[in-house]
């Protein structure tokens, strides 16, 4: 038996990723940016068992069956080809933040897996085809491979579509404070999404601006230029949403404290804050700021009704192992 364990932390994009040109193999239509969030993280260990007639998962310290076992046992077997070997493996992960809630716990989840289980195999791999098996597990995945900020590039192969490090997490001190308004687990999950983002007439347009935001969100986070980026990435969540709004059948994703903080962010901008919002598939407010103004926002933020928790993460480092046997 061989053994490693592996963490890996979520991330928010700041160019978002919605629907697939192949979804099985999760390759994009467009191109996407992202920060880690430190403090937050996966941590899975995988035991590779000669004696296993299938792979096991115990999530959160409960074993685990149904569609999570198998989402994990494809990953799995994906991993056993690249290997080429037979053998399963006991998977045992937790995170220590709550999973389907707009914070991409299948994000650090694949990143964690797909890291632990080479390490557990004793074969290193290049962290850029690392990305690429993560992103197969989950798109944004591959982002959380990488450290710091992050782009995934948009290609038509397997191999070509990964993720890489634009500048490490000390470049820009930059904090999500994450409003955690709903605990409850999606109905619609991104996965079931991604597919119905070519119904909505407003996606060809969201695909073909997404280069040039990419391109506008590198060059103001290589400036440090906050004004900026905060106009850029308020721009792209509301098109990934309205994209999501405007699909056959519609996903809404807002509450009411949603919006409202929504509007709030804007005005604390106006008002000379460094901050800004974005949100993923789900109804929690990522607010990103600045360092300085961070603690500013979170006091403003524990003052609102309908916000059930504050997490607040800073820029988070690469998937790494933390343990090997
Ligand atoms: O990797 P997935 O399938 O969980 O998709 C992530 C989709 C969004 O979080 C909404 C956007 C993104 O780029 O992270």
Redesign the pocket.
């Known amino acids: 038996m061989t053994q490693a364990t592996a963490r890996a932390h979520p991330?928010?994009?700041f160019i978002?990723?919605?629907g697939n040109s192949d979804d099985a193999l999760?390759l994009p239509v467009n191109p996407?940016i992202?920060m880690n969030l430190d403090g937050l993280f996966t941590e899975t260990t995988v035991t590779w068992d000669e004696t296993l007639k299938q792979d096991t998962l115990r999530l959160n310290g409960m074993d685990t069956t149904g569609q999570a076992l198998e989402r994990v046992a494809n990953h799995m077997s994906r991993i056993r080809k690249r290997l080429n070997i037979e053998t399963f493996a006991h998977i045992d992960s937790a995170n220590n933040f709550p999973t389907g809630t707009g914070i991409?716990s299948?994000?650090a989840a694949f990143a964690a897996l797909t890291v632990a289980a080479f390490a557990a195999a004793d074969v290193n791999l290049t962290e850029k085809e690392l990305s690429t098996i993560a992103r197969i597990g989950?798109?944004?995945?591959s982002?959380s491979v990488p450290s710091g900020f992050v782009e995934w590039y948009f290609a038509k192969t397997h191999e070509e579509s990964y993720a890489k490090s634009i500048v490490p997490p000390d470049y820009w001190d930059l904090v999500d404070v994450i409003a955690i308004v709903s605990e409850q687990h999606k109905k619609t999950?991104?996965?079931a999404?991604?597919p119905t983002a070519k119904t909505s007439d407003l996606q060809i347009a969201r695909i073909m601006n997404a280069y040039e935001r990419c391109e506008n969100i590198r060059l103001a986070i290589l400036n440090h230029d906050f004004p900026t980026f905060a106009e850029i990435v308020e721009e792209d969540s509301n098109l990934?949403h309205a994209v999501m709004m405007t699909s056959k059948p519609p996903l809404f994703y807002w509450k009411p404290t949603t919006l409202t903080i929504m509007e709030l962010v804007r005005e604390w901008r106006e008002e000379g804050l460094s901050v800004c919002y974005t949100l993923?598939?789900g109804p929690n407010v990522h607010c990103i700021c600045e360092r300085k103004d961070a603690e500013t926002v979170r006091e403003r933020l524990s003052e609102l009704s309908g916000i059930l928790d504050i997490k607040v993460a800073g820029v988070g480092g690469p998937a790494h192992i933390i343990n090997k046997r």
Do not use: L, Q
């Open positions: 991330n928010i994009a978002k990723y919605w999760r996407s992202s991409a299948s994000a989950s798109g944004s995945a982002r999950g991104s996965e999404g991604h990934m993923d598939a």
